[in-house]
């Protein structure tokens, strides 16, 4: 895994990738919008990473965030990138994308646990995430707590509040 893969934060030029990957990953309305993606990567550029195939050069996968020093998430986390605090203590995960042809081997795990260690090493308490009841699972078996029915009601669904302390 650790030798098909670079992982970094995201370049000004793999922006439009990610827009992709964005709109293939997620159904139209859970999706985060073109201008959005491209005010977050303005906005918290350190709070992104990718994971580039280091065969092709494209990218296979990302996560994102922005950083905040609140601790309940909220729709708006979303859409306005403006809440990034970069010396926030916590981190509120938007998306985990990862190319149908990249997944089931491990890829968006890897991710998650490379980002929990640069994170740790900023000195940042915690990642919250919202998913579906369908993902709960997964993000349990990397060490997120379901803090039960969340009060995001983005893109319409009933998503799951999740939680990992990392300090």
């Not at 918290?44 to 280091?54: G, H, I, S």
């Not at 926030?88 to 490379?114: F, S």
């Amino acid at each position: 895994m650790t030798t098909k893969y670079e992982f970094r934060d995201i370049l000004p030029e793999e922006l439009d990738q990610v827009i992709q990957i964005e709109q293939i990953c997620f159904p139209p309305n859970e999706a985060c919008s073109a201008k959005s993606m491209r005010e977050r990567v303005a906005n918290a550029p350190e709070t992104f990473m990718v994971a580039v195939d280091k065969e092709t050069g494209k990218v296979a996968g990302f996560l994102n965030g922005v950083a905040t020093d609140e601790a309940v998430f909220r729709d708006e986390f979303f859409t306005d990138s403006t809440l990034h605090n970069p010396e926030g203590k916590n981190v509120m995960l938007l998306g985990l994308d990862v190319l149908p042809e990249y997944r089931h081997q491990g890829l968006a795990r890897e991710i998650m646990t490379r980002y929990v260690e640069r994170e740790q090493k900023r000195g940042r308490e915690c990642l919250y995430l919202t998913c579906l009841d369908n993902k709960v699972e997964m993000y349990k078996k990397m060490d997120y707590t379901d803090n039960g029915i969340s009060g995001s009601a983005w893109g319409g669904e009933e998503w799951h509040d999740m939680s990992r302390k990392i300090r």
